[in-house]
Nanobody, 123 residues
Framework: VQLQASGGGLVQSGGSLRLSCATSGFALRYFVVAWFRQAPGKEREEVSCSSSDGSTTYPDSVKGRFTISRDNAKRTVYLQMNSLKPEDTAVYYC??????????????????WGQGTLVTVSS
């Protein structure tokens, strides 16, 4: 099982980025995949989640700005981030939870993680 996150970079406040999470070694269509982020000195935070039934979840901090989507045929999960703010600066990770039937698990329960991609939003 592997997940590889990419697409991070430096962007100005108000800009957009699209992150990709390429997966292999498992059938993406059957499993929950989420995006998390962690800023220096802060706890890891879930920013979006996609369940196998197509449902998605977002915390209030990104709702309306971030959109998660998946292409099961390409085995890839995307995170479209719009209206970025300096407080969105963090390392972003994708992860999958093989046990959960839907989103809602704590990050501690996720089984496999990508390596992270850095997003820096300048003011």
């Amino acid at each position: 099982v592997q997940l590889q996150a990419s697409g991070g970079g430096l962007v100005q406040s108000g800009g957009s980025l699209r992150l990709s999470c390429a997966t292999s070694g498992f059938a993406l269509r059957y499993f929950v995949v989420a995006w998390f982020r962690q800023a220096p000195g802060k706890e890891r935070e879930e920013v979006s989640c996609s369940s196998s039934d197509g449902s998605t979840t977002y915390p209030d901090s990104v709702k309306g700005r971030f959109t998660i989507s998946r292409d099961n045929a390409k085995r890839t999960v995307y995170l479209q981030m719009n209206s970025l703010k300096p407080e969105d600066t963090a390392v972003y990770y994708c992860a999958t939870d093989f046990e959960a039937p839907r989103c809602g698990s704590s990050w501690h329960r996720y089984d496999y993680w990508g390596q992270g991609t850095l997003v820096t939003v300048s003011s």
